[in-house]
């Protein structure tokens, strides 16, 4: 058979704590008192200090990891997307381009965010496509 034991304490103003152990049928079995020491040496007192809010250094280390976080999340996108669009504006017709998907070719036409690649030289070839979707100037080859 199993025994359940409860502990209670009792006035704690008075600077006694009674520690009673009760078997759950009833029946006590043990009593016993012992006097507490406050932090600043007062018996007695039964207080326990609040819990301090977050020490200066953690703060500043919060503050600053959020501040890396903005910088990687945010603003370094922001500057390559802006570099893109300043690239894309520049573009003129007879550039050569490269595409997202690596097709590359000479602009023949740019209107309305569409432009107008040829691709092929022999069959004149050409393709139509968002101007989004043109990653870069094409590189010249040097001899």
């Keep these: 058979m199993r025994n359940l034991w409860v502990l209670a304490a009792a006035d704690p103003a008075s600077g006694e704590n009674t520690v009673t152990m009760e078997q759950v049928d009833g029946s006590t079995s043990t009593n016993s008192t012992a006097e507490s020491t406050g932090k600043n040496g007062a018996e007695g ?17 919060l503050v600053g990891l959020l501040v890396m976080m903005y910088f990687v999340l945010f603003h370094g996108p922001r500057k390559q997307q802006k570099k893109q669009q300043q690239m894309r504006d520049s573009l003129n017709k007879n550039d050569r381009v ?46």
Excluded: C, F, R, W
């Excluded at 007192?45 to 280390?61: F, K, R, S, V, W």
């Excluded at 023949?108 to 043109?134: P, W, Y």
């Design 45 to 61: 007192t039964g207080e326990q200090q609040a819990p301090q809010g977050m020490p200066p250094g953690q703060i500043l280390l």
């Design 98 to 143: 490269v595409t997202i998907g690596g097709i590359y070719g000479t602009i023949l036409e740019i209107k309305d965010g569409m432009v107008t690649l040829k691709v092929d030289e022999s069959t004149n070839a050409k393709v139509k496509m968002k101007l989004t979707a043109i990653a870069g100037k094409a590189e010249e080859k040097q001899a």
